[in-house]
């Protein structure tokens, strides 16, 4: 009999996976699996009988897989389980980068009268926008969500150029033929109109893009952080932005100095957030866990 614990459940596609009778829900009890979504477990006490941790998710940072690592716990997470909506996301985040949709419509709103179509029609100039066609888009990270974004990307007629110096032989087949490979990050900052960044949080990529590799960015350029926000130095963003050294800057991590700047859009965290994520997440989190405890072999499915 397992034991498994929940914190702010996950969705219960997920948990129906142990409704048997090996499995109890249990929180009180000592667990044998521990499986979460976004909860910090830094500083939380793990009982000595937890053997494996699973997160419905990508990033662990709100994990202290170190320490469990040393321990013996088995720390996984859910790659590529949402990564559809995250690309979604940021492709929906590069269309309302070039053209004023929520400006627009925010504005037909707050009109009045009967004749809205023709003050509309008078005033929809200010909203004119461009297009993303034969614009440059830098990718750089090539995992699942890097890939799938770089394949619209090109399929909108962006040229499209990605980089990633450990990409998977799984994921390099992906990935269209066109979309070309940067051998230097460099070719990347100096070269592409549109830069979005697509690594998961380490030592090494925290603060990735900062001063020194913003001023090599084109002035024009609109850089987007749908990772974490620790990657991108938002001062050194902030900065750029307001010297007109940068175009702008999407992220989807909230921070309140890059708030009502209208060069920069800022998202609470949206970038899983769709209801077959959540699914498809909390199953993938499941049945590794499930496998593990049962069998002792670490494989996703
Ligand atoms: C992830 O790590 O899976 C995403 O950032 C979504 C999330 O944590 O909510």
């Known amino acids: 009999m397992f034991h498994i614990k ?30 979460l979504r976004s909860e910090k477990l830094h500083g939380y006490d793990f ?15 709100n994990i202290p897989v170190e320490e469990l690592t ?3 716990v ?15 996301l940021v492709v929906a985040s590069l269309l309302l980068s070039v053209r004023p949709i929520l ?30 066609e034969g614009k440059r888009l830098g990718v750089i990270g090539l995992g699942a969500i890097g890939a799938m974004i770089a394949n619209d990307a090109y399929r909108l007629g962006m040229e499209v150029m990605g980089y990633d110096p450990y990409v ?36 090494a990529t925290r603060g990735l893009i900062g001063e020194k590799e913003i001023a090599l960015m084109k002035p024009t350029t609109r850089l987007f952080n ?28 909230a921070d309140s100095k890059l708030l009502h ?11 899983a957030s769709t209801e077959e994520a959540e699914i498809n997440c909390a199953k993938m989190a499941a049945r590794t866990l499930k496998r593990f405890l049962e069998t002792g072999v670490i494989k996703r499915s």
């Open 6 to 35: 929940t914190f702010n459940a996950i969705a219960p596609e997920g948990m129906a996976r142990f409704e048997d009778e090996n499995y109890t829900i249990d929180q009180d009890q000592a667990a044998h699996g521990i499986i």
């Open 47 to 61: 009982p000595e009988s937890v053997l494996a941790v699973a997160r419905a998710g990508a990033g662990t940072n």
């Open 70 to 72: 040393k321990a013996g």
């Open 74 to 88: 088995v720390v996984f997470n859910t790659p590529g389980a949402n990564a559809n909506a995250v690309k979604e």
């Open 103 to 132: 400006q627009g419509a925010n504005w037909v709103q707050s009109l009045e009268g009967d004749n809205l179509e023709e003050v509309a029609e008078a005033n929809k100039k200010q909203f004119a926008g461009n297009e993303l």
């Open 168 to 203: 998977s032989v799984d994921t390099a087949w992906t990935i269209s033929r066109r979309v070309k490979r940067a051998q230097q990050i460099e070719e990347i900052f100096t070269t592409c109109d549109f830069i979005t960044v697509h690594v998961p949080l380490t030592e």
């Open 226 to 253: 749908f990772s974490r926000g620790e990657i991108v130095d938002t001062d050194a963003v902030l900065k750029a932005i307001n010297a007109d050294e940068l175009g702008g800057f999407t992220t989807d991590f």
């Open 261 to 271: 700047n209208p060069k920069i859009l800022v998202l609470p965290h949206l970038g």
